[in-house]
Nanobody, 123 residues
Framework: QVQLVESGGGLVQPGGSLRLSCAAS????????MGWYRQAPGKQRELVAE???????NYIDSVRGRFTISRDSAKNTEYLQMNSLQPEDTAVYYC?????????????????WGQGTQVTVSS
């Protein structure tokens, strides 16, 4: 079984910082990419940041310059450092990973999700 576990969410004032972490465990052959999504009440889930196993990072415009995604391949863990947080960043943040569980070439990477961690930015 493959499991993703997030941590690091919480309540923070505007301008504050949080660091999210996501650890993948289980039968993992390789992780092709990891990323963070978020979903605010009444809104669609959106991609926030992603990073490949070559450490190439992408961000949506609204967080670029404030958020930093990183990855520790040895620990199968990714992080999201969030600085200068704004109320608009309030959402449930979900870890996502594209994971191959077998070296067999006919088996594609699966899309796995964490349980979500709440981030609330409020005065």
């Amino acid at each position: 079984q493959v499991q993703l576990v997030e941590s690091g969410g919480g309540l923070v004032q505007p301008g504050g910082s949080l660091r999210l972490s996501c650890a993948a465990s289980g039968r993992i052959f390789s992780i092709n990419a990891m990323g963070w999504y978020r979903q605010a009440p009444g809104k669609q889930r959106e991609l926030v940041a992603e990073i490949t196993n070559g450490d190439k990072a992408n961000y949506i415009d609204s967080v670029r310059g404030r958020f930093t995604i990183s990855r520790d391949s040895a620990k199968n863990t990714e992080y999201l450092q969030m600085n200068s947080l704004q109320p608009e960043d309030t959402a449930v943040y979900y870890c996502n990973a594209k994971i191959r569980t077998s070296p067999l070439p006919l088996l594609l990477a699966g899309n796995y999700w964490g349980q979500g961690t709440q981030v609330t930015v409020s005065s």
